[in-house]
Structure formats: structure tokens, C-alpha cells
């Protein structure tokens, strides 16, 4: 424990999420010759594997709303979401040029197609659609899954010009069960007592998580649950909510500071979904493809970018979510023009109606400025509760 | 058989004699699926992109195509009320409007283009092939319908190249999911004979499709491979891929085309046959159904032919040389959906149209970005700026919606197409390299 105060620890992370030239990344890799940096989209990857190779991980979520996009919005008509347009106006910025090689994971077919425009705009830049598999059988997704794997595996060999064994993954496998874990105590004490560790602060701590060393980041988490309990806050009289629908277009810091202005204690939520996509520790021992490829298929996070091939467990996730945090009701955000949260959303407002949890719905971009009505609503939805709850 | 040009209903549309045999086909199909309650056929709804109809019918299902319901919808001019139907219901104004109009199609009844309801599916076959949407489509359907769902992954070719681990992925889901669930609903027991047979019969008639579409290559063209295309396109990427009608249907339209290719004729527009081909062109990107005709007026009112499009690929490349193949028939299934125009990754795509201008000889690109689908659309401006760079031709964007009017503005598309032929007009007389 470093024994650093809250606002220092938050401080540190807002500086990280405000640098949009990835400093301290950048500092890592000058740091010793040789090393590379890997960057990834939302929403999951095996970071292990990269970690197994030596080099570091970098979570690239957009360009926020402190991003002005000027190259990035000639290459979108107006209908397709902000991250991919920001995410170029990084690219040919020079913000992301010292990244060694970038990933775009299966989510959506903007993100899908974003990873031909990479080849075709930095093609000295090793690029690669990070396919994962939509069906959950161990012979059949999984060995998908396990091929898949081992052919970044082998990407990863020759951008780094070493073998990676399976102990240097499954190391980096007990990196990361650590990481989970200390994320996983940070939205437990949360969800227990969220006046003491808001959103907006837990946001930013996650947030750190990707551009940071994961070694880093756990102590970081520690640190900060370690002076946010010690930090006496006032209680107030918020309803508990959460939020839903952020897994991949980031919302602004402002959004989530509004909502908790508006009367909300957001419980759980879905942004930076990787750190938290794989649920409970992956095994250590054995073989680590293959640990990581079931921890994938069986105990990994539902959302929109995932088929749900049971009926029945469709949207259950969010019903637990409500139930293990003791929230009162959920939001709805999604990105504007978001196809897999857009078209998932009626699906799921449907399940919470018939489980009598009461939600509300509005969409944001990674730079919406304009938080008035966001917050009117919320805070409309919030004394509902309170009236609701006292009827 | 002599191809001739036949006058339709309504009276001022002339239509090929293939197009009448087309709809008549359609029809037919139609009619088949609203009457399967009382001739217990069992229906499969799935997607055209990826879809497996030879392996649907050997377990006697009848195929039912939401995407073409949904344009069937738009051409009617329905399309409009049940995408505000699905909105008014829930659906958010950002997303596909295919989805919106087969959703609000559904809550207004079911009726298909025959005024008759089409029957629920018995199975939701979700052949998930070069579109995200298809995955939360059928996700809506199953809510709905409550019936067995079978997911067939195609994985995405990003790297230009179908792996070992992409075959074996398809094919172990074809043997271990989506061939038992069928034979599981349908309660016919699968023969992998029956499917060779049906494979065959695909071949034939894809080589002919390959013929006709390959005919945009000659001056001037014999076809219109966009609006003409999509009557072209229709049996082969519906219900028709496997069967004789199919391949009757292609040899039908074959000798249609020698016909008016000998004859140094052009296409045949609703207005009449095409007088001269002034322009060139290949289209990237769907149609829009909800003006179809007012849309295609447009192009031959200026004497525009479309040569080749990559629309008419979203069912299948047959002419980058796959043809289903009988001896080899679930790694043959898995390369077709493999190999679909929306699964190919963004640089396959600019080859490909880079081709066609050239191979077609072509005066320049035109893409019809549509609002609804980011498959297609995400993209395409750098598609524009980067084959416009490599053929040295000019390209131009407009955008429309597949079936929703209220994206259809018709004198913003007029006018950005007229200024295209201007532009087209200006390279060729050398004013274009100057400017």
C-alpha cells in the first residue's frame, strides 16, 4: 500500500484518461529497447496473451470528449457512431504511432470494418479482426476459439521475435486472476456502500487499467479501496441503479458525474467490460489456451455483442445484476446509431418488465457535451423510485 | 425458348419475359409458405447472406427469407407504416430498418406480399454471415416466436483468406448443431446424398448466373447488374438455389440475354429497352426499395447502365470462381457462406470493385451508402477515396435507406447523380486531370 490519499490516487487516473498521446504507455516502451505495445478496441481480448509475450496491453476506447475529430469524421457518414471516427482521428494523428500492432474484436460490424480501414491507412502496423466464437460448445466453439488463439499466439512470437511458452502465459494468467480479483473487491464495495467509491471515481480507476501495466493497476486498485474505506463520506439520499448498454463507446467522465448528481448510486455498470469480461479466476495449471478458451465459452459477461443461445437466460444477467447489488432500477445508455445495444435493448426491457424492475432509456456519444437533459431524466426516473419504493 | 419483351401489369412497366417468370416464381414460393398450415410443411426462417436452402430442403422445410419479406414490404410501399409500427413499440430510430419493417410486419399480422398471413417458423435457422444485426434479429424473432434456434457462425475473413480453423469451425457446426436441430424439427432423417444432389443442380445454375452477370462486360451492356441485377439475383439468393426451376430459370434468362447481346441491344428499363448507354457504371452498396423504379429512372433517364455491382455478391461470388460442389459438400457450404460479399474484409472489397471498373471497363464507381446496414456502409468512403485512386475514375456517394421512405430524398439523389455524369462528362474530356 502506497498509502496515498483518494484524491491523489483519482488525480493520477484522471491525468491518464485525459492524455490522449497514451504518455505513460509510450513511457513503458521507452523505458527498455525492445519493448512492444499491442493496442485493443472494446470489448475483450485475451490480454494474458499478450502480457505472455512481454508487451504491453493498451485498452484504446475512442477519443473521449476532449478529442477534437477533425480527419476521423471524413471517413464516416453521419449514421455510424463516434469511437470509430475518433479512434482514426487517433491513428492519423500520430497520437497511437508508437502502438506495435492493434486489435478489433468481434462486437459489431462498424468496429469489424474498422480493422480493414487500419490495413489500409497504417498497413506497416500489424492489424487484426480478433474473431471470437458465437457458440459455447467446448468442440466446437472452443476448439475455434483455441485456433484462434494460437494464431495471435503465433503473431505475437513474430512481433516480439521470442517463443511464448505456456508458462509465460499462464504466469500472465495469475497476473490478471489478481487484477480481476481486486476489480472485483472494488465493485463489491461499491455496490455495499457506493458514497464511499462513486462511479465516476471507479470509472477512472478502470480506465487506468488500460493504459497501465496490470501489475501496476492492482496495486492501484488496492490503493484506492484502501483509502476510499478509510474515507468518511456523507450518505446521501441517492436510489440505487444500474447502468447498462456502455460496453463499448466509453460515456464522457461528465455523464456518469451527472447521473450521480441527479440522485443516482450507480451499483454496477458496463464500461471497460474487459476488465472484468472473464468471471472468477481462469486456472493457473494445466493447459492455458485451453483455460482461457473455457473461461471464455462458460464464465464470461453477457452483453449485446454476445449471442445468448438459451431464450430463457436471455437478459437474466441484468435481473442478477439488480438483485446482487440491491438496486432499485436500470438505465438504459447506449451510443447513438450502437446496433447490438440498440436492437438488444427492447429485448431487455422486456425481461426487467416482467421481473418488475423499472428502467429508463437515452443514448450518448463519447462527446456528449450537454448533460441537462440527461440529468432531468434521471432524476425524473430516481424520485420515481422513491415513490414507487414508499408506495 | 425465344426471349421476348413482354408487357406487364401495371400497364406503363415493361418487363423482360425473365422478370415475369421471376415474379411468377416468387409467387409461387409465396404461396407455398402461406399455405404451409394446411399442407404441413414445416418452415425455416433464415437469412439470404450465408443461407443454406440445399441443406433446408433436404428436410423438406420451406424456406421463408425475412430480409426479402422486408423488401417485398418496401417495394408495396408498406415498409414505412411497420417501421414506425416497431418504432412505436420500442425499437430505436437508429437501428436496420429491415429488422423494424419484418417486426412491425409481424405485429400488424404476419401478411406477406400474396395478402395472405405467413405462417411462424418452426425453426429459426440463424446462418450469422458478413452482418452483426442478423445475430440480434433473430434474437427479436425467437422472443417472439419461441421456437428452435440454430446458430451457424461464419467466421469474418479479415485477413482475405478462409483458414483451416474457419472450415472445420463451420463444418463441425453443420454436423453437430445445425443438421441434428433440423432433423429434429422437420423429423426427416438427413441424407447427405440428396444434399450432393441439390449441390449439383446449384452449380448449373450458378454458372449461368455467372454468364449473365459477366455479360456487363460487353458494349453496351445487355444487363443492368444493380436494378436489373436484383431480379437476376433473386431465385439463386432465395428460395430457388438447388432446385430445376432455378436452373430452367438462368438458362431462361441466358438465352434472353444472348439474344439482346447479338442484337446490340441494351437493357430492358420499366420505361422500355435502354436507347444508348452514355455511362458506365459500377454500384457498391443495396438498393433502395421504397422508390425503386424512381430511383432506377434516374439512371437510364441519362443514359446510365450499371455494368456490375456488389450488391448482386451478398448472396454468394460465384464469379470469383466458387461453385457448390457436390463432392465436398459441408466444406463446400461453409466456403460459400465464407465467401459472401459482406464477409469479405475492406480491402478484398476495394479489389474487387477496383476489378470490375477495370474488367468492366467501367467509367467510375458510384456507392449507395445505406443508412440502415453498417456492414456494408462502415467504410465505404474510404473504399470511395481508395478505388478512386487506384482506377484513376471517378466516384460519387449518395445515401438512401433499403426500406425506409423517409431516407429517400429523391431530388438530393437526382441531384448528386447528375452532377456525377457532369463529373464523368469532365474526365473524359480531359477537364477533370486539370481541376
Redesign the interface.
Known amino acids: 500500500m502506497t498509502g496515498k490519499s483518494v484524491s491523489e490516487i483519482v488525480a493520477r487516473c484522471e491525468e491518464l484518461y485525459e492524455d490522449l498521446n497514451f504518455t505513460a504507455a509510450r513511457e513503458w516502451k521507452d523505458a527498455e529497447p525492445g519493448r512492444k505495445v499491442i493496442g485493443y478496441m472494446p470489448v475483450y481480448v485475451p490480454r494474458e496473451l499478450i502480457h505472455a509475450a512481454g508487451m504491453l496491453p493498451m485498452g484504446i476506447m475512442g477519443g473521449g470528449d476532449n478529442l477534437e475529430v477533425i480527419h476521423g469524421d471524413a471517413y464516416y457518414q453521419s449514421y455510424i457512431c463516434r469511437i470509430p471516427r475518433s479512434t482514426i482521428e487517433l491513428g492519423v494523428s500520430g497520437r497511437v504511432d508508437f502502438v506495435d500492432g492493434m486489435l478489433f474484436p468481434s462486437i459489431c460490424d462498424v468496429i469489424r470494418n474498422l480493422s480493414g480501414m487500419w490495413k489500409m491507412l497504417f498497413p506497416d502496423v500489424y492489424s487484426k479482426y480478433f474473431d471470437v466464437p458465437q457458440t459455447y460448445k467446448d468442440e466446437i466453439g472452443g476448439v475455434f476459439y483455441t485456433g484462434e488463439m494460437r494464431e495471435f499466439l503465433y503473431d505475437l512470437e513474430n512481433i516480439g521475435g521470442r517463443k511464448i511458452s505456456d508458462d509465460d502465459i499462464r504466469a500472465s494468467i495469475e497476473v490478471y486472476n489478481e487484477n480481476r480479483r481486486a476489480i472485483g473487491e472494488l465493485y463489491a464495495l461499491r455496490a455495499a456502500q457506493p458514497w464511499k467509491a462513486p462511479a465516476s471515481e471507479a470509472y477512472l480507476i478502470m480506465r487506468a487499467g488500460l493504459v497501465i501495466p496490470v501489475e501496476e493497476h492492482t496495486v492501484l486498485v488496492r490503493d484506492y479501496i484502501a483509502a476510499a474505506t478509510a474515507e468518511d463520506r456523507p450518505i446521501k439520499d441517492n436510489s440505487r441503479v444500474v447502468l447498462t448498454g456502455m460496453f463499448c463507446e466509453q460515456p464522457p467522465l461528465n455523464l456518469i458525474k451527472s447521473l450521480e448528481l441527479s440522485g443516482c448510486y450507480i451499483v454496477d455498470d458496463d464500461f471497460v467490460l474487459i476488465s472484468r469480461w472473464l468471471l472468477g479466476d481462469v486456472p493457473s495449471d494445466g493447459d492455458p489456451m485451453h483455460n482461457l478458451s473455457q473461461a471464455f465459452l462458460h464464465s464470461s459477461m453477457s452483453t449485446a455483442a454476445k449471442y445468448e443461445p438459451d431464450q430463457a437466460e436471455k437478459g437474466q444477467f441484468l435481473v442478477r445484476a439488480v438483485r446482487d447489488t440491491g438496486a432499485e432500477g436500470v438505465i438504459f445508455a447506449s451510443t447513438s446509431f450502437c446496433d447490438p445495444a440498440l436492437l438488444d435493448r427492447p429485448i431487455l426491457q422486456n425481461v426487467l418488465k416482467e421481473a418488475n424492475v423499472p428502467f429508463i432509456a437515452f443514448k450518448y456519444a463519447e462527446n456528449s457535451g450537454q448533460m441537462q437533459p440527461i440529468r432531468e431524466q434521471a432524476g425524473t426516473f430516481v424520485d420515481s423510485i422513491k415513490l414507487w419504493s414508499a408506495a | 425458348m425465344r426471349p421476348s419483351v413482354v408487357k406487364a401489369q401495371p400497364t406503363d412497366v415493361l418487363k423482360d419475359a425473365s422478370m415475369i417468370k421471376q415474379k411468377q416464381m416468387m409467387a409461387e414460393h409465396y404461396e407455398r409458405l402461406s399455405s404451409a398450415p394446411e399442407t404441413d410443411a414445416k418452415v425455416a426462417s433464415t437469412f439470404v447472406p450465408g443461407n443454406l436452402n440445399e441443406l433446408l430442403m433436404c428436410f423438406d422445410l420451406v424456406n421463408n427469407l425475412p430480409e426479402v419479406n422486408a423488401i417485398q414490404s418496401g417495394l408495396r410501399k408498406q415498409s414505412g407504416q411497420y417501421i414506425m409500427e416497431a418504432e412505436r413499440?420500442?425499437?430505436?430510430e437508429?437501428?436496420?430498418t429491415y429488422?423494424k419493417s419484418d417486426i412491425g410486419m409481424m405485429m400488424k399480422g404476419n401478411i406477406g406480399p400474396n395478402g395472405k398471413k405467413l405462417p411462424d417458423p418452426d425453426v429459426l435457422l440463424l446462418s450469422?454471415t458478413g452482418?452483426?444485426?442478423f445475430?440480434?434479429?433473430f434474437?427479436?424473432l425467437?422472443?417472439q416466436y419461441?421456437c428452435p434456434?440454430i446458430?451457424l457462425?461464419t467466421?469474418?475473413m479479415?485477413?482475405g483468406k478462409v483458414?483451416p480453423?474457419?472450415i472445420?469451425?463451420m463444418v463441425?457446426?453443420l454436423k453437430?448443431?445445425v443438421i441434428p436441430t433440423l432433423e429434429q424439427v422437420s423429423g426427416v432423417k438427413f441424407d447427405i446424398d440428396r444434399l450432393r444432389e441439390y449441390l449439383k443442380k446449384s452449380a448449373q445454375a450458378e454458372d449461368d448466373l455467372v454468364y449473365i452477370l459477366q455479360t456487363g462486360k460487353n458494349k453496351p451492356s445487355p444487363i443492368d447488374a444493380y436494378f436489373g441485377g436484383i431480379y437476376y439475383i433473386g431465385p439463386i439468393f432465395g428460395a430457388f438455389r438447388g432446385t430445376d426451376d432455378a436452373i430452367d430459370y438462368y438458362r431462361f434468362l441466358r438465352e434472353e440475354v444472348d439474344q439482346r447481346m447479338l442484337k446490340g441491344l441494351g437493357p430492358v428499363t420499366p420505361d422500355g429497352p435502354m436507347d444508348e448507354e452514355k455511362y458506365r457504371l459500377v454500384v457498391e452498396g443495396p438498393p433502395n426499395y421504397t422508390s425503386f423504379r424512381q430511383f432506377w429512372k434516374m439512371f437510364y433517364e441519362e443514359g446510365a447502365t450499371v455494368v456490375a455491382s456488389s450488391y448482386t455478391k451478398v448472396g454468394g461470388t460465384y464469379d470469383y470462381g466458387f461453385r457448390h460442389d457436390p463432392d465436398r459438400p459441408l466444406e463446400s457450404l461453409a466456403e460459400y457462406c465464407l465467401g459472401v460479399y459482406t464477409n469479405r474484409?475492406?480491402?478484398?472489397?476495394?479489389d474487387m470493385l477496383t476489378d470490375y471498373i477495370n474488367e468492366y471497363e467501367a467509367d467510375g464507381l458510384l456507392i449507395n451508402?445505406i443508412?440502415s446496414c453498417?456492414?456494408f456502409?462502415?467504410?465505404?468512403?474510404?473504399i470511395m477515396r481508395?478505388v478512386e485512386k487506384r482506377t484513376g475514375k471517378p466516384a460519387a456517394f449518395i445515401?438512401t435507406d433499403l426500406v425506409d421512405p423517409r431516407y429517400f430524398s429523391a431530388a438530393n439523389v437526382k441531384n448528386r447523380l447528375e452532377s456525377y455524369f457532369q463529373m464523368v462528362e469532365q474526365k473524359r474530356s480531359g477537364k477533370g486531370a486539370a481541376a
Open positions: 413499440a420500442g425499437h430505436s437508429d437501428v436496420c429488422v450469422y452482418c452483426f444485426t445475430l440480434k434479429w434474437e427479436l425467437r422472443e419461441k434456434t446458430f457462425q467466421p469474418y479479415a485477413d483458414t480453423n474457419m472445420q469451425y463441425k457446426q453437430e448443431d474484409s475492406l480491402p478484398m472489397r476495394i451508402s443508412k453498417n456492414s456502409s462502415a467504410g465505404q468512403l474510404l481508395e445515401e
